[in-house]
């Protein structure tokens, strides 16, 4: 049985950072890309950034290039999300879905994990 769990989000400030972690079980290592979207309240699913299966090429979202870094963990099949200089525009729900390397992404495509929210708030 497949799983995807993303774990990290929580409160953070203005220019602060969290990071994210995509926990995935079930998937033979090293065998899927993972990609990172989110959803902001009132607005549609964005595609933030991707790492294909052996964690050498990734791509980012222009919204977080340069903010946002994408990493692996092959042998803990563990994809992160490392989030610097946050701001409130970052708020949403972040989803962790395997099977995808680039967006757009569209439910129903791909192993989506439940999400875990991230607010960035003075």
């Known amino acids: 049985q497949v799983q995807v769990v993303e774990s990290g989000g929580g409160l953070a400030q203005p220019g602060g950072s969290l990071r994210l972690s995509c926990a995935a079980s079930?998937?033979?290592?090293?065998?899927?890309?993972t990609s990172w979207a989110r959803q902001a309240p009132g607005k549609g699913l964005e595609w933030v950034s991707g790492?294909?299966?052996?964690?050498?090429?990734?791509d980012y979202g222009d919204s977080v290039k340069g903010r946002f870094t994408i990493s692996s963990d092959n042998a803990k099949n563990t994809v992160f999300l490392q989030m610097n200089s946050l701001k409130p525009e970052d708020t949403a729900l972040y989803y962790c879905?395997?099977?995808?390397?680039?967006?757009?992404?569209?439910?129903?495509?791909?192993?989506w994990g439940q999400g875990t929210q991230v607010t960035v708030s003075s």
């Open positions: 879905i395997k099977g995808i390397f680039r967006g757009p992404v569209m439910q129903g495509y791909g192993y």
């Open positions: 079930g998937f033979p290592l090293n065998s899927y890309a």
């Open positions: 790492i294909d299966s052996d964690g050498r090429n990734s």
